[in-house]
C-alpha cells in the first residue's frame, strides 16, 4: 500500500513539473514571439481605410485595417512607409508618410493628413472613402530608436512635421522601462493647423515630467500664451536640452525651416551627432 502511494506520488509530482515546465515554454513564447508586420519593403500591399474622421476643413484622419485583428503593421519608431496615389489628372505618385499609431495599436494603422487645396497627393486622400483602398510599401528611414538611447530629445517640428515626433514620442512614453526626456516645440501660422494638440496636451498632462509641449504661431489669435512668429535661438536655448553627448535634436517641417533650425542649431554649438532631421 506504501509502495502504491509512493508511486502515485512520484506520478503526481513528475506531471507537475511537466505541467510547470510547458507553461514556462508557453509563456516564454508568448513573451519572445513577435507577431509578423504587414508591411513589405519592396512590393506595395493594400489596406482597406475604415473609418474616415474629418478634423477640420483640411485635416483628416484615416483608419486603415490589417489583415486580422491582432495583426501589426510592423513599422519601427520614427520610420515611415511610402503611400501609393493619383493626383486631380490621374497621375500616379508615391509619397512618404508616418502613421500617428505603433505596434501596440493592434489590427489597424491611422495617418492624420492635411489635405492642401493644390497638392497633388492630397487631392488622393481627399478623394478616398470608407472601403477604398490604401497601397502602401516600407518600411523606410535612416532613424533607429532603442529605448534609453540618450537622455533627452529636443523636437523641433512644422505643420506635418509633427507625426514622427508624435510616434516616437508616444513610444518613448507609453514604455516604462524608456526614461527619456522629451522637449518639444511645435511651430504652425494659425491655431486651427496645430495637428494631434488634443493628443500632445494628454501627453503632457500624463508625463509632466518626462514630456513638455510649447506651441508656435505665426498669426496666434488674441490672448495667446505661446511662442509668437518664428521659431528662434532663444526658444531652443529655454526648451531644449543643452548641447551634450547624451541629448539629441530632432527636426522635420517644411524646407525653410529645417534649414534655419539646422543654422541655429549649429550656432548654439550642438555637434552633427547631436542632430537628426527626418
Known sequence: MELLQSHRAEMITIAVALVAVVGATAYYYY???????CLDPQNFREFE???????????AKFKFALPTPMSVLGLPIGQHMSCRGKDSLGDELVKPYTPTTLDSDVGYFELVIKMYPQ????HHFREMREGDY??????KG??????????????LAGGTGITPMFQV?????????DKTIVHLIYANVTYEDILLKDELDNLAISFPSRFSVYYVLNQPPEGWEGGIGYVTKEMIQTVCPSPAPDIQILRCGPPL??????????NLGYTPQMQFQF
Open 31 to 37: 513573451l519572445t514571439k513577435k507577431p509578423k508586420g
Open 49 to 59: 481605410l475604415v473609418k474616415r474622421t474629418q478634423l477640420s476643413h483640411n485635416v
Open 119 to 122: 497638392g497633388r497627393m492630397s
Open 134 to 139: 490604401l497601397a502602401v510599401k516600407g518600411p
Open 142 to 155: 535612416r532613424f533607429k530608436y532603442q529605448p534609453n538611447q540618450v537622455r533627452a530629445f529636443g523636437m
Open 169 to 177: 514620442a508616444r513610444a518613448i512614453l507609453e514604455n516604462p522601462d
Open 257 to 266: 525651416m529645417n534649414k534655419a533650425m539646422a543654422a541655429h542649431l549649429d
